[in-house]
């Protein structure tokens, strides 16, 4: 019996670690191949040996640093084309807005909103003219709910939400769809660059996500019409709640909302 993503091409971004790596274990159980592509390439010849060994299942990488478009633009145009692409690729740093360096403030838009845009760019021709497809972009709880000490990650998340909010309208009378994933805190190695002293892992390690939840979702919506996921769901909430009553949410959480 086929597997629901029998013959189905799964480029995913970021892909040599963290929920990259998850999703990419997870589509090829669902009988996807899948094109892994990361700056780092020891770790990209592990994970596909992994897969080819666990799955004896095919598998590809590409060593791609999406902050730099002119490579992005190399690679697609000698990649074969994709029927899902996964943008994950992207790193946030937690400082206050006088902290923030202008080039972290450069590094995070070229590769968290420059570099998705830049991909999805490379894959939507082939995707139009075989009227299928679609557009998965990992944004973040964050790109919902402003908090203090991140409001450069915050505001690359709320570019990808509204790229993705206007890409499929753009879209609404072809075949692609366009997914964003708004997950809150993940247990991955996130937190090694945007929380170097521990803070928010400390005081929010608890309520983390694990990836392995976040990326069966992720793959089970594959090539399916739908808008968000959004998890948890309680976060969901307080952001659903944040968007009617954005002062009331301010006062009553700041305290929260600085542990990190």
């Known amino acids: 019996m086929p597997k629901r993503l029998e013959d189905k091409k799964v480029l995913i971004t970021g892909a040599s670690a963290g929920l990259g790596e998850r999703i990419a274990y997870f589509a090829v159980r669902e009988g996807a191949e899948v ?6 390439e020891d770790r990209l010849d592990a994970l596909k040996q992994s897969i080819a060994t666990e799955f004896d299942a095919k ?3 590409i060593v791609l640093d999406v902050s730099r478009t002119d490579q992005i633009e ?18 946030g740093i937690f400082e206050t807005a006088l ?9 995070m838009f ?4 420059f570099g998705l845009i830049a991909c999805t760019k490379m894959v939507l021709p082939h995707m139009i003219r075989q009227n299928s497809g679609h557009i998965i972009n990992i944004a973040s709880q964050a790109g919902k709910i402003a908090t203090p000490k991140s409001s450069l990650y915050t505001a690359t998340k709320h570019a990808v939400l509204g790229y993705s909010n206007s890409l499929r309208m753009e879209l609404a009378e072809t075949g692609i769809h366009v997914t964003t994933v708004n997950p809150g805190p993940i247990k991955t190695d996130f937190f090694k660059t945007a929380d170097k002293k521990g803070d928010y892992i400390r005081s929010v390690g608890r309520w983390m996500l694990d990836p392995d939840q976040v990326a ?9 019409n739908k808008r968000e996921i959004n998890l948890p769901g309680w976060m969901n909430g307080v952001s659903k709640l944040y968007q ?4 009331l949410v301010e006062r009553t959480g700041r305290s929260a909302f600085y542990k990190k």
């Open 35 to 40: 094109i892994l592509a990361a700056r780092r």
């Open 74 to 91: 190399e690679v697609f145009q000698t990649a074969e084309p994709v029927d899902i692409l996964v943008n994950n690729a992207g790193f």
């Open 59 to 61: 598998c590809r990488t």
């Open 244 to 247: 009617l009553f954005p002062t």
């Open 110 to 113: 070229e590769v968290n909103v």
């Open 99 to 107: 902290e923030a360096s202008l080039e972290d403030m450069k590094a």
């Open 216 to 224: 069966r979702k992720i793959v089970s919506i594959m090539m399916t």
